[in-house]
């Protein structure tokens, strides 16, 4: 069975700065698929990142780039010149390659202070 | 990108009846939808796979005569919370795959979400 584990249930920022989320996994498979996914207050789930673990280079989407080790099996998120509208919940996630079930990890609660 | 549309959003009921809620792809065909439960700051659980034209998938714990799922068409899935209590209240999400692309992704679509409470 796959785990997910995000060890840092809160944090928070100053606007503009940048800001690192931790997630680690464990899984026995070679091919599969880690996300990051943001619940804003609307609790609507929005895709913010992916990386495929057979791609060494890590994904990048604007502000938001991940750091994949999949020796060490860690994946964090970080967001560069935060800004309000990214405060939310940040789950990290992890899929077998061919089977879309999820499986979340407890989740971060991110604040940008203004 | 794909949408998925639940309804209704929220839902007040009596103890002792039973809620409907739909989950749709409103630009896509969905043969596997997913249904979860996420508890006040908590993370999402996987309650079930609901699988077009069978019968759905029920994650270890989850009471399948409890929570009725129907995949009835490829753009429709309903979860039904049978004879609904207290301990049921809570948000229900749904998600699915669009799987009309020739790339597979593994990103899943999720629907707004469904706040059940039971009084």
């Known amino acids: 069975a796959q785990t997910v584990t995000q060890s840092q249930p809160e944090m928070s920022v100053q606007e503009a700065e940048t800001v690192t989320l931790s997630c680690t996994y464990d899984t026995s498979e070679s091919n599969y698929y880690l996300f990051w996914y943001k619940q804003p207050p609307s609790r609507q789930m929005i895709l913010v990142i992916r990386q495929e673990a057979y791609k060494q280079q890590n994904a990048t989407e604007n502000r938001f780039s991940v750091n994949f080790q999949k020796a060490a099996k860690s994946f964090s998120l970080k967001i560069s010149d935060s800004q309000l509208g990214d405060t939310a919940m940040y789950f990290c996630a992890f899929s077998i390659f061919g089977n879309e079930k999820l499986t979340f990890g407890t989740g971060t609660r991110l604040t940008i202070i203004p | 990108g794909a949408v998925v549309s639940q309804h209704p959003s929220r839902v007040i009921c009596k103890s002792g009846t039973s809620v409907k809620i739909e989950c749709r792809s409103l630009?896509?065909?969905?043969?596997?939808m997913f249904w979860y439960r996420q508890f006040p700051k908590q993370s999402l659980m996987l309650m079930a796979t609901s699988n077009e034209g069978s019968k759905a998938t029920y994650e270890q714990g989850v009471e399948k005569d409890k929570f009725l799922i129907n995949h009835a068409s490829l753009t429709l899935s309903t979860l039904t919370v049978t004879s609904a209590h207290p301990e049921d209240s809570s948000f229900y999400i749904c998600?699915?795959?669009?799987?009309?692309?020739?790339?597979?992704?593994?990103?899943?679509?999720f629907g707004e979400g469904s706040r059940l409470t039971v009084l």
């Open positions: 998600s699915a795959r669009d799987a009309s692309g020739s790339d597979y992704t593994g990103e899943l679509f």
């Open positions: 630009d896509f065909q969905a043969t596997t």
